[in-house]
């Protein structure tokens, strides 16, 4: 689940679309405005997503938004207490509230049934009004949030590998309002990694822009951070921050993990012959192409020894574009090495390196990584990857004992 991109915009466009106007609009005050401690949440439910838009038309606060997913930390750590059971059960389900007095309420039908009963006026349909609009309004707005959760789908669920395994010390805040795309894209990544934070709704005609214009903005969504020191509007920046303080990494394209996962094993195959092919195994003496190889194989290792992290590259490939940029955010200097713009004949510079690469190790994709001298594979495959290597928790290791011969290569920050 890595940074939020244009499709990720213009789906979570679609979304406040299909939620009609749902989460947008204030329709009645809160004079306390912190009456709810706790509300154990997942971003991207339907029960969830009714809760979030009744809170955001309510103007209400949550003192602490907890991201509540299968894999999160609120399961086992003891910073925050797991959520009790509600006023009516002895069980609980999210979404989850607990109020400033006490009490618990489990579920998005006895939330808004409490939050219908305190607040009178507040209910965005009337579901006694059986009229022909008012029941297909009922019906667009159930199908919209199952459209909802679908344009979204992979987000903002569960915890993602490269999150922390520690809480921050004190909540983000958070001004947003339910409706918005950009605020949506903001919660998605505080579930993913499993950050709570203060909610301060800001919907349209809230009284609390003007709270927020005293912080230099009028727009939603925007962060504060008290452990840092960090405020910021603006989405993408806010993300950015949020991936840059609070992950261990931040995660490569999803769609590249994708055709890593599917397409590169299909066309294995023909990168094996197109890279021999390439080399001059076809019509070559055999054993003029083998003494090419084993030089091109000293090559690599002469230059895998002698830097502790080497990098071989294609200067067009995304994949080799995210490696670089995923070491870069690491602060791991890397000694790289181009074998031209793309494996595609006329555009390779170097095939012998390529076939030399795949004779020795077996795989002939880039890019792919060395780190003192031994072979891990490429961005997400290999033996075992970067990626996984950074979810096992080993790169750190194997860069320690690669440091050991040299000191090269930065630490982590």
């Known amino acids: 689940m890595s940074i939020p991109g244009p499709f990720d915009t213009f789906t979570s466009g679609l979304v406040s679309i299909v939620r009609l106007t749902q989460g947008v609009t204030v329709t009645q005050t809160d004079p306390i405005q912190r009456s709810i401690k706790y509300l154990y949440d997942i971003e991207n439910d339907r029960d969830c997503r009714q809760v979030r838009e009744r809170l955001t038309e309510l103007d209400l606060c949550v003192t602490t938004v907890l991201p509540a997913a299968p894999n999160s930390k609120i399961w086992s750590t003891q910073k925050y207490p797991p959520p009790p059971p509600s006023s009516s059960s002895s069980s609980f389900t999210l979404p989850h509230m607990v109020l400033a007095n006490g009490q618990s309420l489990s579920g998005a039908a006895e ?3 409490y939050l219908d009963t305190k607040y009178p006026s507040s209910q965005s349909t009337d579901t006694t009004d059986q009229t022909l609009v008012a029941t297909a309004k009922l019906i667009l707005l159930d199908l919209g949030n199952y459209l909802a959760e679908l344009l979204r789908y992979g987000r903002g669920r569960q915890v993602i590998t490269a999150a922390r395994s520690d809480y921050p010390e004190q909540p983000l805040l958070l001004y947003s309002y339910e409706g918005n795309q950009f605020c949506r894209l903001v919660r998605e990544v505080l579930c993913e990694l499993d950050v709570p934070y203060e909610l301060r709704n800001a919907g349209k005609q809230s009284p609390r822009r003007a709270e ?6 009028t727009l939603c969504p925007f962060l504060v951070d008290p452990n840092t020191g960090t405020s910021m509007p603006e989405s993408k920046e806010i993300v950015a921050y949020l991936y840059q303080t609070y992950a261990r990494w931040t995660p490569p394209n999803e769609v590249l993990q994708w055709a890593s996962d599917v397409v590169l094993p299909t066309v294995r195959p023909l990168l094996t012959w197109v890279a021999q092919w390439q080399a001059g195994s076809r019509g070559a003496d055999p054993e003029q192409y083998a003494q090419s190889i084993r030089e091109a194989a000293s090559q690599i290792e002469a230059m895998t020894v002698s830097h502790p992290v080497v ?31 793309e494996w595609i004949p006329g555009l390779l510079k170097e095939p012998v390196l390529r076939a030399a690469l795949l004779e020795n190790t077996g795989q ?8 003192g ?9 290999g033996t075992p990857g970067l990626v996984p290597l950074l979810e096992q928790h080993q790169l750190w290791n194997k860069l320690t004992a690669a440091q050991s011969k040299s000191n090269v290569f930065g630490k982590k920050s």
């Open 311 to 341: 990098v071989y590259t294609y200067d067009l490939s995304p994949f080799c574009t995210e490696t670089k940029a995923l070491l870069d955010r690491l602060k791991i200097e890397y000694k790289e090495v181009s074998l031209g713009l």
């Open 212 to 217: 927020l214009a005293k912080r230099g903005s």
């Open 364 to 371: 002939s994709s880039l890019p792919h990584i060395f780190i």
């Open 373 to 381: 001298g031994e072979s891990i594979g490429g961005l997400f495959s």
């Open 111 to 113: 939330i808004l049934d």
